[in-house]
């Protein structure tokens, strides 16, 4: 007889995860042999008759997949996707990384598959495998990219799509959180209506198994809520699928793709989020589609399950009706089916011929025999036949055909059910079902001993079930259920039918009710839609629907949770959004724990149950009104996701905030109308709240915000360019950083010197770029403060006192006024004695020129461009101890006015001091003294140092010193004993008397004003670093002149006027 198996793959696999873990029984090691079964002669057999032997060798079982069809395969053409450094795609066809030289001679299968022979409705799959993991293309949430690929069902076959496996490919570290995974119907060969939806789908598995070009290759397997696929007579039927994945880090994922084979059509992708679609041809994704394929509209076929005999015996389990034990084996009815039992085949030991076969069917409890749910007693036997012995025992192959009996299956889901047999031989000898460890079909054998246990999980029985299959007879699942127009007393209830069935059933109840024994229920008849009346206003439920099919029933759909509304309008957190497209979505975006909210989107659409990230697509473009209502401990936009769509906060409501750390981060859009103040009475960290809001500038209570528990406001404001709202008020004493707090507000200038920065370690950046701040910062405690690097770099206006500051700890002044252009307050009581690094520290501060020789400066290490530019400064800073100094590298370049005796200076560890004194010009005798009195120390060799256009006379001994004994390379103004002449300082006229550079600030234009006729040559704009921007020929121009200086960007440039009479130079500010 030709035996026909209704068990697939699936059956096997979770019969070797089944296998994973041994458990121990009370019948464990109950063994007999044929002596002890002989002189046992009693109705209660003891343990060791339970079971032959305990055998515990595990074979593994191979699954072979027929193939049913096969087609060539094309490719033509190639696209890629690559994110740029702000992970915003750029172009349309940017590249992602280069291909794989590595190619695959591919040709497309469709296979079909079980697990012992074969039946009608079987396992299938279809898949298009990777080309050496080629290429990647966009498709994750911190896009509006999503890439779609084809299934073909073929013809004259249903399809239910069961198991989704991809490959995807993404940084080092970056994993796959989950996937919203959408079906839709084929529309033109793109990507039509949707059929199916399912939201965050997590996967049930994601492994490394390859690297290229850096990226990591994971092979993503989603076991989905089960979709049937329609087939259609006589011709294959296309539909799509599409992956939206959700990473972490908010970073990219790249799905798998192949130029090698195209399966059916290329695959198609969306730029705006799936409203519209495009092919793109010669290319498709790497995928397996698993599920179950079955007759067209179903149909009655012959189907068998068996776990074949190995015919070594080596086992067997007491199935005797003489006596307590009972064994039991499990059947496996597939998803979508019914299956009606009509044979039995069973390998058994005895050593008297079978007499009487009783059977006992039972449902499944938790992988163990349940409820008797029917029996048969004195079955007729068709045949027994003795075909081999083991341990003492004849083996009976007994064939029996039984009164047919159904098991009933279910929508989208594999149901088990459980079979003991219960023989006696007429004499009351021993019965045993033999079981086999060769292989195992489902669940391993059963033994009962007063209960129903598994007394080892490597042992299967030998069995063949036989009957028939009603494929496709079972009652369908609804799909998209959904719940909208929530009232205090109400909601409408709407969902997909499953199939051509028009009676169903609505169960809701409490979160996390079981809909099969609790909740209210409502039927509903002839619509797939129903009102819910009776609800208790502001109250969470969930509701499930199921179809009832008359003779059977589907499994529910669900939960989907709802909100009944009943809230103080004034609780709300309501913010604004803007579409512009049609079906645009939007996502509020959450991270961590804690969520439990409802949404009401402004379109007539609320949902509950939000425990995560929650999204909404608007079918017409428009501002909508968003309100959050719950446990919404967080909102997280952090520079991506829908940071663009957000448009205002127009109520805080009473919602306790946790955190607000990069909450609206990169909000460029955000404005706030807020009348009311968050409960910010638990937050700690505002990390870039309101950084790159650069619309953003307050609201009604801004300032008096209760942030008296916040420890870090690092980068809170940083790009928030025109935010300008007074916060003086604020209680920062917690406050432990205020790094880059400020950095890019580059409109903010209000007083906050009440502010108690007592707590404050690091104000690195603080101002930076903060180019109108200007106020007196002179009463702030700053003695906690141990980095101070850049704190007020390119503050262009700012001149605060700040004299009286404790910077005792500071220990980096790194850039700290680099840039600040106006600066030039007296600092020079400050006890910089921990500070390590100077770097930069007035590097462009303009004008300043304070006296700074008393700072103790002992334990700086580097002093690298910290005057450079410095145009004005001209201090006597020469008994400064430089000796742990180690670069000096540009230290006073273009600091023009700066002529002072370093002789003294103590520069034996300086390594570098390349450019040191670049467009300076040091007075003969400071020179000299300087080349003497440094050549007398133990100075480190090859030390590259330029003195600028200094000139020497009574130095030469020294400067040979420093040439020749310690190899210096110099690069100075060369030598000259003659009359000096005077300097030439950056700000005087010079000889060029009468000439007049106006208007300053300058916008457009550069007047030179030439009252005394003096013939002028050319000039020349620099800007603070030294660097030419443009020059002039003047051609002796001796009146008035006009230089165009519109392409000029805004900033301080140095301009210098040559002429026959001598040069001028002077700092002009460009708006």
Same mark, same amino acid.
């Given at each position: 007889m030709k035996r026909i198996t209704v068990i697939i793959c699936i059956v096997g696999l979770l019969s070797l995860s089944m296998n994973a873990q041994v458990m121990q029984s009370s019948s464990q090691g109950s063994r007999v042999n044929r002596s002890d079964v002989e002189s046992s002669n009693k109705p209660t057999a003891s343990v060791q008759e339970q079971r032959l032997k305990d055998h515990s060798q595990n074979q593994p079982i191979v699954f072979q997949k027929p193939t049913i069809k096969s087609q060539e395969t094309t490719k033509t053409g190639s696209w890629n996707f690559l994110p740029s450094s702000t992970g915003v795609l750029s172009g349309s066809h940017p590249e992602f990384y280069p291909k794989s030289d590595q190619t695959i001679n591919y040709k497309e299968a469709l296979e079909l598959s079980n697990s012992s022979a074969e039946r009608s409705n079987l396992a299938c799959s279809q898949e298009n495998p990777t080309n050496g993991f080629e290429v990647g293309y966009t498709t994750s949430k911190n896009t509006v990219q999503i890439i779609a690929t084809d299934i073909t069902v073929p013809a004259d076959t249903d399809f239910t799509l069961n198991t989704i496996t991809i490959n995807i490919h993404s940084i080092p570290g970056v994993t796959l959180i989950s996937a919203d995974i959408t079906l839709y119907e084929n529309a033109s060969d793109l990507p039509g209506t949707i059929k199916s939806s399912q939201a965050a789908v997590i996967p049930v598995s994601q492994t490394i198994i390859g690297n290229n070009n850096g990226y990591d290759i994971s092979e993503i397997v989603f076991d989905i809520n089960p979709v049937m696929l329609q087939g259609q007579a006589g011709l294959p039927t296309t539909y799509w699928v599409s992956l939206y994945v959700d990473m972490t880090s908010s970073d990219f994922g790249y799905i798998d793709s192949t130029s090698a084979s195209?399966?059916?059509?290329?695959?198609?992708?969306?730029?705006?989020?799936?409203?519209?679609?495009?092919?793109?041809?010669?290319?498709?994704?790497?995928?397996?589609f698993d599920g179950d394929c079955g007759p067209l509209g179903g149909g009655t076929v012959n189907c068998s399950e068996e776990n074949p005999n190995d015919f070594t015996f080596e086992d067997g389990y007491n199935c005797s009706s003489d006596y307590i034990f009972k064994t039991a084996n499990d059947l496996t009815v597939a998803a979508d089916d019914n299956f009606t039992l009509e044979h039995i085949t069973a390998s058994i030991m005895a050593n008297n011929p079978i007499l009487t076969v009783n059977v006992n069917y039972y449902d499944d409890a938790s992988g163990l025999p349940g409820t008797l749910i029917g029996s048969e007693n004195s079955v007729s036997i068709d045949s027994q036949t003795i075909i081999g012995s083991g341990s003492g025992y004849d083996v009976h192959e007994l064939q029996m055909t039984?009164?047919?009996?159904?098991?009933?299956?279910?929508?989208g889901a594999p149901t088990t059910y459980w079979i003991e047999l219960s023989i006696s031989d007429g004499s009351g000898g021993f019965v045993f079902w033999v079981a086999t460890t060769s292989s195992m079909i489902g669940h391993p054998l059963a033994l009962y001993d007063g209960g129903w246990t598994i007394p080892d999980l490597s042992k299967d029985g030998v069995y063949i079930w036989e009957g028939t299959c009603d494929v496709g007879s079972v009652c369908q699942a609804p799909t998209s259920l959904s719940v909208d127009a929530v009232t205090q007393t109400t909601a409408d209830i709407s969902w997909v039918a499953g199939g051509s069935e028009t009676e169903w059933i609505i169960q809701y109840g409490a979160p996390g009710f079981d809909p099969n024994s609790e909740g209210t229920t409502v039927l509903a008849s002839g619509s797939s839609n129903t009102v819910i009346n009776g609800l208790t206003a502001g109250t969470n439920y969930d509701v499930y629907v199921k179809a009832d099919c008359g003779s059977n029933q589907s499994i529910f759909t669900g939960p989907v949770s709802f909100l009944t509304s009943s809230i103080n309008p004034g609780e709300y957190f309501v913010t604004t959004w803007q579409t512009t497209m049609s079906n645009e979505m939007i996502t509020i975006p959450t991270t961590g724990s804690g969520y439990n909210y409802s949404v009401d989107w402004g379109d007539g659409n609320t949902d509950g149950g939000w425990f995560g990230d929650a999204s909404h697509i608007y079918t017409a473009p428009g501002v909508y009104t968003v309100k959050i209502n719950g446990a919404f401990p967080r909102i997280y936009f952090n520079n991506s996701g829908d940071r663009m769509k957000i448009k205002s906060i127009e109520q805080w409501g009473v919602n306790p905030w946790t955190s607000m750390n990069s909450a609206f981060l990169g909000c460029e859009n955000l404005v706030s109308h807020a009348m009311d103040m968050p409960d910010l009475s638990m937050v700690t960290d505002m990390y870039g709240m309101?950084?790159?809001?650069?619309?953003?500038?307050?609201?009604a209570n801004f300032g008096n915000w209760n942030v008296g528990n916040v420890t870090s406001m690092y980068g809170m404001f940083g790009g928030a360019s025109i935010f300008n709202y007074p916060i003086g008020n604020w209680n920062v004493g917690n406050v432990t950083t205020m790094e880059k707090m400020f950095d890019g507000a580059s409109l903010f200038n209000q007083p906050i010197d009440n502010w108690n920065v007592g707590n404050v370690t690091s104000m690195n950046s603080m101002f930076r770029t903060a180019m109108n701040f200007n106020q007196d910062l002179n009463s702030w405690n700053v003695s906690n403060v141990t980095d101070m690097s850049g704190m007020f770099a390119y503050a262009r206006k700012f001149n605060g006192a700040i004299g009286n500051w404790n910077v005792g700890n500071v220990t980096n002044m790194k850039g700290m006024f680099g840039g600040a252009s106006v600066f030039n307050q007296y600092i020079g009581g400050w006890d910089v004695g921990n500070v390590t690094d100077m770097e930069q520290m007035f590097h462009g501060a303009t004008i300043f020129n304070q006296d700074l020789g008393a700072w103790n400066v002992s334990n700086v290490t580097n002093m690298n461009n910290m005057l450079a530019t410095a145009m004005k400064f001209n201090q006597d800073i020469s008994n400064w101890n430089v000796s742990n100094v180690t670069n000096m590298r540009s230290m006073f370049f273009h600091a023009n006015r700066f002529d002072q005796n370093l002789g003294a200076w103590d520069v034996s560890n300086v390594t570098d001091m390349t450019n040191m004194?670049?467009?300076?010009?040091?007075?003969? #005798?400071? +020179?000299? =003294?300087?080349?003497? !009195?440094?050549?007398? $120390?133990?100075?480190?060799? &090859?030390?590259?140092?330029?003195? *600028?256009? #200094?000139? +020497?006379? =009574?130095?030469?001994? !020294?400067?040979?010193? $420093?040439?020749?004994?310690? &190899?210096?390379?110099?690069?100075? *103004?060369?030598?000259?004993?003659?009359?000096?002449?005077?300097?030439?300082?950056?700000?005087?006229?010079?000889?060029?008397?009468?000439?007049?550079?106006?208007?300053?600030?300058?916008?457009?234009?550069?007047?030179?004003?030439?009252?005394?006729?003096?013939?002028?040559?050319?000039?020349?704009?620099?800007?603070?670093t030294g660097r030419l921007i443009q020059s002039y020929n003047l051609n002796g121009a001796t009146i008035e002149t006009v230089i165009d200086v519109s392409h000029l960007s805004s900033a301080t440039y140095m301009v210098i006027i040559n002429g026959n009479n001598g040069s001028t130079a002077e700092f002009i500010i460009k708006e």
């Open positions: 195209v399966v059916g059509l290329p695959l198609s992708y969306s730029e705006d989020a799936g409203a519209t679609w495009l092919p793109y041809p010669g290319w498709d994704t790497v995928y397996i039984v009164t047919p009996f159904t098991f009933p299956g279910q929508s309101f950084a790159f809001a650069r619309k953003f500038n307050g609201d004194f670049v467009n300076v010009t040091l007075s003969t #005798s400071n +020179y000299d =003294a300087l080349l003497n !009195g440094w050549s007398a $120390l133990p100075l480190k060799s &090859n030390v590259k140092f330029h003195a *600028g256009l #200094s000139k +020497y006379c =009574a130095g030469e001994p !020294g400067r040979n010193i $420093l040439t020749g004994t310690f &190899n210096w390379t110099i690069i100075d *103004g060369g030598m000259d004993c003659g009359v000096f002449s005077e300097r030439l300082d950056v700000g005087s006229h010079g000889a060029l008397v009468g000439t007049t550079l106006y208007p300053n600030p300058m916008r457009d234009q550069l007047n030179i004003l030439n009252s005394s006729n003096s013939e002028l040559e050319s000039l020349s704009i620099y800007d603070l």
